[in-house]
C-alpha cells in the first residue's frame, strides 16, 4: 500500500469518514439539546462514593424489609381489628402470647389505635376470605420512617447525602432495626409509635399545623402511652412561640383536645372489657417466661424496677459465645445478641456525641426535648417489662426519635455537615446491628 493509506501500517489509527464525522457532529448535537449528560458524568469520583457509601445499608435495609414479611410472629392487632368489625372486642384464645383471660374470653391489652389503623385494610381483604397480616401495611410504616429522618435533617439544614445517611442510621444504626425485620403486634406498635412521632416532629418543623400535631399525639397515646410525653415538648414550644395569651389558648385547644378525646375512648374501651376505666389488662397478661411474672409480683409500676432496666438501657452488653458449656473459651460466632436488651450506646454509639456537649450548646427548645425524653424514660423505667425479646432496648423508640433529632440539631451546629468519622460511625453502626440480628434470629 502507498504511504499515507489509512490502513497502510499496522497499529495505525484510521481517520474517521467524513460521513463518520458528520453523524457524530448531529449526534453531539442531540444530546447538548436535550440536556443529556455524558455517560461519564454519571461515574464522577463523588457519584462512585456515594454508591459505594450506600450500597451495604441499602441491601441490609432490602434484606429487613423482606424479613419482615417472612418471618411473621403474633397478629393480634389483625384478630383484635376483625373483633371490631363482628362487634365485640374479645380476640381468639390461640392466636399468641401475652393475653389476657377474662370471664373465660381472652383480650388484647396493648393500645387499640393500630388495630383502629388497620380495621379498613382487614375489612376489605375479609370480604375475599383473606387474612389480612401486619407486615402489609407494616413495610409503609417503616419506609415512613426513613422519609421522616430525612425531610427532618433536611429541615435543619443537612445536604441531600448526609440527610440520606442520618435516615439510613436512624433505621439500621439503632434498636428499630430490630423491631423491622419481623412482623408481629409487640413490634409492629412500635413501628407505628416511631412512624407517629416522627411524623409529628417534621410537622412541627414544617408547617406547624398544631391539629394534625394534637391527633398524631392523640394516636401515639392510644398506642403506646410510654411515648405520650412528646405532647410536653409541643405544649412548651407553644408557650415559647406563641406571644398572646389568646392565641396560645386557640393553640393549646388544637393540640390538647384530641387527646382528650383520646383518653375518653381508651377509658371507655377499658370499662366495656374490664369494667375499670384505669385497668388494661397488663395486670393480668399471660406471660412467656417465670421471669416476668415474678417482676410484676413487684408492681406495675414501681421504683423497685428503675435499677434494672436502667442497666439494661445503659450498660447491657451482648452475650458471648463458648465453645462448650464448662470452659470459658469462646467460638464463632463469639458474641450475640442478648434477648434481654443491649445499651443503646451500642446500637446507637453515635448518641454519645450529646455527652460531650456543654450546658450552654442547649437552647430552649433543647431543654424542652430532653423533658420531654426524660419524661418518656420515667415512665419505662417504672414500668416491670423490659421487652425481652428484642435485639438493644426496644422500649427506647418512645423518646428515640426525638433523641436522634436531638443529636441531629446539635451535631448539625457544631459541624455543620457530617464529618468523615461520623459518616463511619452512623453506618458502621447500621453493619454491627446487623451482625446481631443475624444472631437474633440465629442465622449464625
Given at each position: ?15 474517521p ?106 375489612g ?132 390538647f ?40 409480683d ?41 434477648p ?35 419524661a ?32 441531629m ?16 460511625v ?9 451482625y ?9
Amino acid at each position: 500500500m502507498k504511504t499515507g493509506d489509512p490502513q497502510g501500517s499496522v497499529g495505525s489509527n484510521p481517520t474517521p469518514s467524513a460521513k463518520y464525522l458528520k453523524i457524530r457532529k448531529n449526534f453531539n448535537t442531540l444530546i447538548t439539546t436535550l440536556h443529556i449528560p455524558k455517560v461519564s458524568q454519571y461515574f464522577t469520583n463523588t457519584r462512585i462514593r456515594q454508591l459505594l457509601k450506600f450500597a451495604v445499608p441499602f441491601l441490609i435495609l432490602v434484606i429487613v424489609l423482606i424479613l419482615s414479611e417472612v418471618k411473621r410472629g403474633d397478629q393480634q392487632f389483625s384478630y383484635l381489628a376483625q373483633a371490631f368489625l363482628d362487634g365485640h372486642l374479645y380476640i381468639p384464645k390461640d392466636i399468641g402470647a401475652d393475653l389476657v383471660p377474662w370471664h373465660n374470653r381472652y383480650y388484647w391489652a396493648l393500645g387499640p389505635a393500630p388495630s383502629l389503623i388497620l380495621l379498613p385494610f382487614v375489612g376489605l381483604f375479609s370480604i375475599f376470605n383473606i387474612f389480612f397480616y401486619q407486615g402489609y401495611l407494616q413495610w409503609f410504616f417503616i419506609l415512613g420512617t426513613l422519609v421522616f429522618v430525612y425531610k427532618i435533617a433536611r429541615k435543619i439544614a443537612y445536604s441531600a447525602e448526609d440527610s440520606l445517611t442520618l435516615s439510613l442510621a436512624f433505621a439500621l444504626g439503632s434498636t428499630f432495626v430490630g423491631v423491622a425485620s419481623v412482623s408481629m403486634s409487640w413490634y409492629f406498635s412500635q413501628i407505628l409509635t416511631t412512624f407517629l412521632l416522627l411524623w409529628s416532629i417534621y410537622e412541627y418543623y414544617s408547617r406547624k399545623r398544631w391539629w394534625l400535631i394534637g391527633i398524631l399525639c392523640a394516636f401515639i397515646f392510644m398506642t403506646r402511652i410510654t411515648a405520650a410525653p412528646i405532647i410536653i415538648f409541643f405544649g412548651l414550644e407553644i408557650w415559647r412561640l406563641v406571644r398572646s395569651n389568646h392565641q396560645r389558648l386557640r393553640v393549646y385547644a388544637q393540640l390538647f383536645t384530641p387527646s382528650l378525646f383520646a383518653i375518653i375512648l381508651l377509658a371507655i374501651y377499658n370499662f366495656a372489657r374490664f369494667h375499670n376505666v384505669f385497668e388494661q389488662g397488663y395486670l393480668n397478661q399471660l406471660l412467656v417466661t417465670p421471669g416476668l411474672y415474678r417482676a410484676r409480683d413487684y408492681g406495675l409500676l414501681s421504683l423497685s424496677h428503675v435499677p434494672g432496666n436502667i442497666f439494661i438501657a445503659f450498660l447491657g452488653t451482648p452475650m458471648p459465645v463458648y465453645r462448650d458449656g464448662i470452659s470459658h473459651v469462646l467460638g464463632p460466632p463469639f458474641l450475640t445478641n442478648n434477648p434481654w436488651g443491649m445499651s443503646v450506646f451500642i446500637t446507637s454509639p453515635y448518641l454519645l456525641y450529646l455527652f460531650t456537649l456543654k450546658k450552654k450548646a442547649f437552647d430552649a427548645r433543647s431543654k424542652y426535648m430532653i423533658i420531654a425524653i426524660v419524661a418518656s424514660m420515667t415512665l419505662i423505667f417504672l414500668y416491670y417489662g423490659i421487652g425481652y425479646y428484642q435485639l438493644g432496648y426496644r422500649y427506647a423508640l418512645d423518646f428515640l426519635p426525638l433523641t436522634f433529632v436531638l443529636f441531629m440539631i446539635k451535631y448539625h451546629d457544631g459541624h455543620k455537615k457530617l464529618s468523615s468519622a461520623m459518616n463511619w460511625v452512623l453506618l458502621g453502626s447500621g453493619v454491627v446491628n446487623f451482625y446481631f440480628l443475624l444472631t437474633f434470629w440465629g442465622a449464625i
